[in-house]
């Protein structure tokens, strides 16, 4: 039997240490009701807020790969960052917690919203309960100077500390996502689906740059639409995108995706990362209300938004089905529940 495109991502990722503490592969399953109400392509949904690891979400991709090298590595212990609602922190701490790794966590509150469950609920609450040690930080800098004092005692104490970054986007965190394109076009060619669009929320970019490289090297024809839920700055942001292609391509050794295949959405972050928006809250209650699925506040909400507006104005063929990546979020609608409240169903 000739061997499929998708055993060929599973050869490239062989030679990286991983711990497979994903629920995978993740459903792919279609979204009847919001397609039919729309009226547009039909819409299919993968549940990476499905992976496990408390509540799920898109890290748990990353962290198989990030806690393999750690584990590699002989790490005594893992440090990471993120604003005080980071799903990516609670993931971290998660993993942590299930792999026997002691886990620090900087936290920083420099994000333009703020109610009384933010500050104490949502990914906050959780990252506690998971056991990890928080140091909340007001910003970047005071977060790189909390860095240096652990990396500093840790070293006294004789101890390695793996430090994973800000949503664990780097080259071997992407590998995760490399992975996810793998699975998920083993799951079309299962159903007989072709999608024409694979929409994402992106913010630290290894989602994006995982799957851009994965699909490229598989010689899929899927696009991938990333979902700016974070950066003010598109430009800063495109860049960062092509140096984390590159550098995934070149750490798996293949062609990095052509430049025309990245694409950034910037029309739906609103008033800045996390930052409720009413876009947002309307697609939120709509995909609750007609498929039963939870979004989040700050990222799948914002994608969604994006995807019910390109549908709306016929951005979008409507012969080709779109793929939505639910890359998880829950926690955080406990933590915006204020701004998601009170909207009774008309
Ligand atoms: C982190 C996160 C994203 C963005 O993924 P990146 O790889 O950082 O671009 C999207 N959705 C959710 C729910 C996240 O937690």
Known sequence: M???????????????????????????????RLSEALGGPPLWIKRDDCTGLATGGNKTRKLEYLMGAARAEGADGVVSFGALQSNHARQTAAAAAALGFPCDLILVTNVNYREPAWEVSGNRLLDELLGAKLHIVPDEAAAAGCLQTLLG??????????????????????????????ELLAQCEALELRPGTLVSATSSLGTQSGLLVGLHAARSPIQVRGINTYSAHPANQAEALRRLCDETAELIGTEPPPSDSLRIENDFLGGGYGVPSEAMQRAVEEVARLEGVLLDPVYTGKAMAWLLAAVREDRLSPEEPVVFLHTGGSPGLFAYQQCLSGHPAP
């Open 2 to 32: 000739s061997s499929t495109r998708e055993d060929s991502i599973d050869a490239l990722l062989e030679p990286f240490p991983r711990e497979t503490i994903g629920h995978l592969p993740t459903p792919l399953h279609p979204l009847p």
């Open 153 to 182: 005692g840790a070293n006294d104490a004789g101890k390695q500390l793996y430090v994973i970054p800000t949503g664990g986007s780097n080259a071997i965190g992407a590998l995760g996502y490399v992975n996810c394109a793998g």
